[in-house]
């Protein structure tokens, strides 16, 4: 699909369910964000922030309810063509330099970018000194900033953060309020995190297990 700054995208959650054995970690749960926003979901640890943005990446399958991504008034069939994905727990690969990954999750969205494109977007996330480093070397703040790279690499217009300010340092965090930022150009954002002094990034803030 093609696609224009210019229309809206619009994500849908319709009174989403999801259980686990008789445990509901959330019921009826309804939200619907355009471009142009950055959801702020907030809740202590088992509040369902992860299983949430789990369910709206389309990794996992909800109990009850749905979960749309428009593009104007066309409903995508596939939300991962359109996302971009960051959680703690994202996996990298030890042996690989920060160059390598980026440029492996560039081929596999379907682009062939220069050398110097490639070093020019690593460097926005202050990684270009050490892209030709491997990542077993690299602390966590250092990794976490690579996930941010791989995850908003092609400016997809949906983006999924997951704590990603779990171990950033202070210049870890000024970068990711600047993607937050950013985001709302390229499109929309859910952005879940455990502190509270970081709602202030955005547009709605969701409250999980409230």
């Known amino acids: 699909m093609r696609y224009t700054r210019r229309v809206r995208w619009v994500l849908e959650c319709d009174t989403l ?5 008789v445990r509901w970690v959330f019921r009826g749960l309804s939200l619907r964000a355009e471009s142009g926003t950055v ?5 202590g640890n088992g509040s369902g922030k992860s299983t949430l943005l789990r ?4 990794l996992t399958a909800p109990t009850e309810g749905r979960v749309i ?4 008034a066309q409903a995508v069939a596939t939300r991962m063509d359109y996302l971009g994905w960051c959680a703690t ?18 081929t596999v969205r379907g682009g062939t970018p220069s050398r110097e494109a ?4 690593l460097a926005r996330f202050e990684l270009a000194e050490r892209a030709h480093e491997r990542v077993r070397a690299f602390s966590t703040g250092m990794r976490q900033r690579l996930r941010l790279a791989l995850a908003t690499w092609g400016q ?8 990603p300010d779990a171990g950033m340092d202070r210049s870890g965090l000024a970068l990711l309020e600047r993607v937050l930022y950013e985001q709302r ?4 954002a859910l952005f879940a995190t455990n502190r509270a002094e970081h709602a202030r990034w955005g547009d709605l803030v969701l409250e999980m297990g409230a």
Do not use: M, S
Request: glycine share 14%.
């Open 17 to 21: 369910g999801k259980r686990f054995g």
């Open 39 to 43: 959801v702020v979901v907030q809740g």
């Open 55 to 58: 369910i709206v990446a389309g």
């Open 69 to 72: 991504l428009r593009y104007g």
């Open 89 to 106: 727990d994202g996996a990298l690969y030890r042996e690989l330099t920060a160059y390598e990954h980026l440029a492996w999750w560039a």
């Open 118 to 121: 490639l070093l020019e977007w």
């Open 156 to 163: 997809p217009p949906l983006l999924l953060l997951d704590e």
């Open 185 to 188: 150009t390229f499109g929309l």
